[in-house]
């Protein structure tokens, strides 16, 4: 079974800030792992995706990730941080690219941007 | 193409009650998958539909159903609603197969159970 653990349940930055959001999984083979992230009221938007292809995997809004197979991570970066990008984000695994097993979802990090 | 829909966006029903939720997912998307959010339990996957048969189930009880039309729409139902399903009902679509299938989500049903 998989799982994954999100490190820190609200991450505060100043706007402009680097914004680091941390990943952890548990997979016993390799995985498809995901950001998305949730506005108020929303619902869940992709942000990105590992796919193999490469470790580190670049999304919209600025946003990218790395894929790191010694340490199971998948932290979400961002180089400065924008009002806008206040929200919920969600990393989530799955073995079977998403299919029929669906998603395993962290318990998702609240984005705080401090003006 | 038009994203993934879900009807009532609310809903507020009754202990005992039954409810069903509707999702229509993103032309061509085969397969629909149905998540439970709450602030206790954060996302969690209920069951996935392709071709209209379940091919996979959470961990949740037996009152928790859904079925799967030829058009690939989904509906979910609850029955016997407890507090506790109170909730937002999210659905997802995917293209359907083997390799990365992201999913799609919807706006989410908020249900409240009073």
């Known amino acids: 079974a998989q799982s994954v653990t999100q490190l820190g349940s609200h991450v505060s930055v100043s706007e402009g800030a680097l914004v680091l959001l941390r990943c952890n999984y548990s997979?016993?083979?390799?995985?498809?792992l995901f950001w998305y992230v949730q506005y108020p009221n929303q619902g869940l938007q992709l942000l990105l995706k590992?796919?193999?292809?490469?470790?580190l995997v670049k999304g919209i809004n600025g946003f990218e990730a790395e894929f790191k197979k010694s340490e199971t991570s998948f932290h979400l970066t961002k180089p400065s941080a924008h009002m806008s990008d206040a929200a919920e984000y969600f990393c989530a695994v799955s073995v079977s690219g998403g299919g029929a097993d669906g998603l395993t979802f962290g318990k998702g990090t609240h984005l705080i941007i401090q003006p | 193409k038009a994203g993934v829909t879900q009807t009532p966006r609310y809903l507020i029903k009754t202990r005992g009650q039954q409810v069903t939720l509707s999702c229509s997912p993103i032309?061509?998307?085969?397969?629909v998958s149905w998540y439970q959010q709450t602030p206790g339990q954060g996302l969690q996957f209920l069951f996935e539909y392709f071709s209209e048969t379940q091919r996979n189930k959470g961990n949740f009880p037996g009152r928790f159903s859904g079925r799967q039309f030829s058009n690939s729409r989904s509906e979910m139902n609850v029955s016997t609603l407890e507090l506790g399903d109170s909730a937002l009902y999210l659905c997802?679509?995917?293209?359907?197969?083997?390799?990365?299938?992201?999913?799609?989500f919807g706006p989410g049903t908020r249900l409240t159970v009073t």
């Open positions: 997979s016993s083979v390799p995985p498809y």
């Open positions: 590992y796919t193999s292809a490469a470790t």
């Open positions: 997802a679509s995917s293209l359907a197969g083997q390799g990365l299938r992201e999913q799609y």
């Open positions: 032309s061509g998307h085969r397969s």
